[in-house]
C-alpha cells in the first residue's frame, strides 16, 4: 500500500462521489492500471428499516497521461485525443458487463455506470477473498486438482464471454479474484473486446497492452479480429502460473523453445497447456471449451451415485408414440454409472409390468447430493413420445390472451427490456412437459455436451445452432415438427396460460418451491421435474437452466426489429443465478447466436403448433418477427 498511497493522481481516501443511486466514500485504493484506478467504496444501503454501509469496489476511467485536479476533476488535455476513444470504449464495456450481470456467477457484477469529475466510474461487487496471484505466491505451485477446481469456474466464464462476442485480453492471475467462500472470479475489463457480427472490433481505442508472461504473441501487434484464442493462451499460461508457481516466459520467447519449457509442467497435463500456448493462432485450441476438454478429458465434473429408495409415480394418461430403437451408447467404464444403468433399466421393467415407480435419494451424507427421480404430474391430453426408447411428454396449452411483459407482480426487479406490457393474443400448442435431457438429446444426436452429466438431468453447454440441429434430427426421427418456442409462448406457457394465477415465478411466488438457483442449487443442475409445477403442470420453466427462444432480441417491445440483429432471446434463468429476478416469467435474456460457442447454463425446451406472431400488437414487431423466423426455417430446411 506505500506504493499506491504515493500516487499524485488518486482520489483521496475519504472523496464522495455521487451517482443517481448511491452517495459513494472512497475508503481505498486497490489498485492502478493503464486506462484506470479501482477503489474500495463504501454506500450506505437500506436493509429492512436499517441503514447498512455497504462495500463495493468502483473502478474510474483513467489512462495514462489524464491529469487531475485539486478538486478531483479528470482533465484529457495531454492525450492527444486517445482519452475520448477510450472514454466512449469504456462507458460502452461497463454498460455491457451491465447488462450480462448475474447471467454468470463467475464473472464480477456491475451493478451501475455513471459519469463524474469528468470521466466516468463502474461499481462493481467487493471481492474480500484475495487474488489468485497472491494465493499462488502464498502456496507456491498448487497439485494439479487444486488448480483445476480453480480454473474450471473461470474458463466457463470466459467461455460465456465468448458466446457474446466479447474477448477478456487480460486473464492472469492478478485478474481473478476470489469471494469469501472460494468462489474464483474473472474481474478488469479495462482491454476487453466486443465484436459485431462479422468479428470487427466495435471498440476504438488504439493503444497497445499485454501482459508480459500471460499475452499471446498477437497480442504484442494489436488484434483486429474476433480471436478466442488469444484468451485460451491466458487462461493456459494462468493454469501454467499454478502449477509451477512462476510466470510463463514471454510468447515471443516460447517460439521455438514452448516445448523445452513445458517439462516443468506435470505430464498429465503438458499436452493440453502446449496446444493451448503455441505461438501461432492457426496451430492453437480453437475455443476454451476445447481447451476444457482437452485439459480434463472424461473427468466427472460431479461424482455420481447410485439412486436408491422407491417413490410411487402417479399414472400419466397420455397417447405414447414411439419411433425407433435407442442407439448404444459408448462403453462406460465406471462402477458407478454401471449402478445407475442397472438401476435404470429395473425402473424400465417394473414399468412394462404396470407397478410404475420412480427413484428417489434419501442420501443426506456428506458429499454430492444425489437428486431423486422426477414424479412428474398426469396432464389430460399430453402427448408422450419415444425416440429410440427414451420417452418426453408435451404438454397441451390452450391458446388466448394475455398480458406479456412487466405485469404488477413482475414489477419490483424488471427491466426496461420487459416494457412495455403489450396484450398477445396465441393459438393451441403443445410444450415440452421438462427441459430437453441428457438422454432424449444423446438419444437424437448420439451424444452430450453436457457438463454435470446424468441422463435426467438438462442438456445444457448447446449454442442456438446446435439446438437446431437437434430439432431437425428429431423430426427426421419423428416426422414431426418439432421447434423452439417463441417467446410469447414460452412466457404465456410458463404463466400458466388460460389457468394463471398470476404468480411471479412458473408455478408460485416462492422462489425456492419452482426453481433451482443459485442459493439452493449447490452450484449445479438438477434432474428435471423435481420442483413445484405450474399451473399447467409444466416444470423448470424457473432456474434449472435457461432455455433457448426462436425470436430476435430487440430492446425492449414497441423497439422495431432490426435489419440484421445478433441476438437471441433467452428465458427462465439458471441455476447460478445469485438474482432470482433473472427466474421471473417475464424477464429476457439475450445472447448471441453467431458464433458456435457453448452456451454456459443454456438449455431448451420443445415446441409444436403453428407459429404466430410474437408481439402483434406493438407496431409490425411481431409479424416482422414472425415472417423473419419463417423464412429461416425454409432456408434451413424445414428446421
Not at 484506478?37 to 474510474?60: H, N
Not at 409445477?533 to 437452466?545: A, F, Q, R, T
Not at 445478433?566 to 434463468?573: A, H, L, T, V
Request: aromatic residues 10%; contains cysteine; charged residues 25%.
Amino acid at each position: 500500500m506505500d506504493e499506491m498511497e504515493q500516487w499524485d493522481d488518486v482520489l483521496p481516501v475519504g472523496s464522495v462521489l455521487r451517482s443517481g443511486k448511491r452517495e459513494y466514500r472512497v475508503e481505498a485504493v486497490l489498485g492502478k492500471g493503464g486506462f484506470g484506478i479501482t477503489y474500495k467504496v463504501s454506500a450506505m444501503e437500506q436493509v429492512g428499516q436499517i441503514p447498512v454501509r455497504v462495500e463495493f469496489a468502483m473502478k474510474e476511467f483513467f489512462m495514462d497521461g489524464c491529469l487531475r485536479d485539486a478538486s478531483g476533476k479528470v482533465s484529457t488535455a495531454d492525450t492527444k485525443g486517445e482519452a475520448a476513444d477510450g472514454l466512449k470504449d469504456f462507458i460502452s464495456e461497463a454498460w455491457r458487463l451491465n447488462s450480462l450481470c448475474g447471467q454468470c456467477r463467475n464473472i464480477v457484477p456491475v451493478d451501475e455506470v455513471f459519469e463524474a469529475n469528468g470521466t466516468a466510474c463502474y461499481v462493481m461487487e467487493f471481492l474480500d477473498g484475495g487474488s489468485l496471484a497472491d494465493y499462488v505466491k502464498k502456496q507456491g505451485a498448487l497439485s494439479v486438482g487444486a488448480a483445476k477446481k480453480i480454473l474450471k469456474p473461470v474458463a466457463d466464464a470466459v467461455a460465456f464471454l465468448h458466446s457474446n462476442r466479447i474477448t477478456h485480453l487480460d486473464i492472469k492471475p492478478g485478474n481473478i479474484m476470489f469471494r469469501s467462500n472460494g468462489d474464483p472470479v474473472l474481474i478488469d475489463f479495462g482491454l476487453a473486446k466486443h465484436y459485431d457480427r462479422r468479428g470487427n472490433a466495435t471498440t476504438t481505442i488504439r493503444t497497445l497492452a499485454y501482459s508480459a508472461g500471460f499475452s499471446p504473441a498477437e497480442q504484442y501487434v494489436g488484434l483486429k479480429q474476433f480471436s478466442p484464442q488469444s484468451d485460451v493462451y491466458a487462461l493456459a499460461a494462468t493454469f501454467a502460473n499454478m502449477l509451477t508457481g512462476k510466470t510463463p516466459p514471454e510468447a515471443i520467447d516460447l517460439e521455438f523453445s514452448l516445448n523445452d519449457w513445458s517439462v516443468c509442467l506435470p505430464e498429465e497435463v503438458r499436452p493440453a497447456v502446449v496446444h493451448a500456448m503455441a505461438y501461432s493462432r492457426k496451430d492453437r485450441t480453437l475455443s476454451v471449451c476445447d481447451f476444457v476438454k482437452e485439459l480434463y478429458g472424461n473427468e466427472p465434473s460431479v461424482v455420481e451415485k447410485p439412486v436408491s429408495q422407491p417413490a410411487a409415480e402417479p399414472t400419466v394418461e397420455s397417447k405414447t408414440e414411439v419411433i425407433g430403437e435407442k442407439r448404444k451408447k459408448g462403453n462406460q467404464s465406471c462402477v458407478g454409472r454401471f449402478v445407475i444403468g442397472v438401476c435404470i433399466a429395473f425402473v424400465v421393467i417394473v414399468c412394462r409390468i404396470g407397478i410404475k415407480s420412480w427413484l428417489n435419494s434419501s442420501s443426506q451424507n456428506q458429499g454430492t447430493q444425489v437428486d431423486p427421480m422426477p414424479q412428474l404430474v398426469s396432464v389430460n391430453g399430453s402427448q408422450t413420445y419415444d425416440v429410440n426408447g427414451v420417452k418426453f411428454t408435451m404438454v397441451p396449452v390452450e391458446g388466448g390472451t394475455f398480458t406479456m411483459g412487466a405485469t404488477s407482480e413482475q414489477v419490483g426487479d424488471a427491466e426496461d427490456c420487459e416494457k412495455p406490457t403489450h396484450q398477445v393474443t396465441l393459438g393451441n400448442y403443445y410444450i415440452g412437459q421438462t427441459e430437453v435431457t441428457q438422454e432424449l438429446w444423446e438419444a437424437v444426436m448420439g451424444s452430450t455436451p453436457s457438463h454435470y452429466e446424468g441422463d435426467n438431468r438438462p442438456v445444457v453447454k448447446v449454442s442456438f445452432y446446435d439446438c437446431q440441429r437437434f430439432v431437425r434430427e428429431l423430426n427426421e426421427l419423428t416426422g414431426r415438427e418439432f421447434r423452439l418456442p417463441t417467446e410469447a409462448e414460452w412466457e404465456y406457457a410458463a404463466r400458466g396460460g388460460n389457468k394463471s394465477r398470476g404468480y411471479k415465478y412458473a408455478g408460485g411466488n416462492s422462489i425456492d418451491s419452482v426453481a433451482w438457483y443459485c442459493d439452493n442449487s449447490d452450484s449445479r443442475t438438477h434432474n428435471v421435474g423435481l420442483k413445484q409445477p405450474n399451473e399447467l403442470g409444466i416444470y423448470d420453466m424457473s432456474g434449472n437452466v435457461y432455455e433457448w427462444c426462436s425470436d430476435w432480441f430487440v430492446g425492449d417491445y414497441s423497439s422495431p426489429l432490426p435489419d440484421e440483429p445478433d441476438s437471441r432471446i433467452i428465458r427462465g434463468g439458471g441455476y447460478s443465478h445469485a438474482n432470482n429476478g433473472f427466474c421471473r416469467v417475464s424477464s429476457r435474456g439475450r445472447i448471441n447466436e453467431t458464433f458456435n460457442m457453448d452456451g454456459w447454463d443454456i438449455g431448451l425446451r420443445l415446441v409444436i403448433g403453428e407459429r404466430k406472431p410474437s408481439n402483434p400488437n406493438v407496431g409490425m414487431n411481431g409479424q416482422k418477427q414472425t415472417n423473419k423466423l419463417i423464412e429461416e426455417e425454409r432456408t434451413r430446411g424445414g428446421i
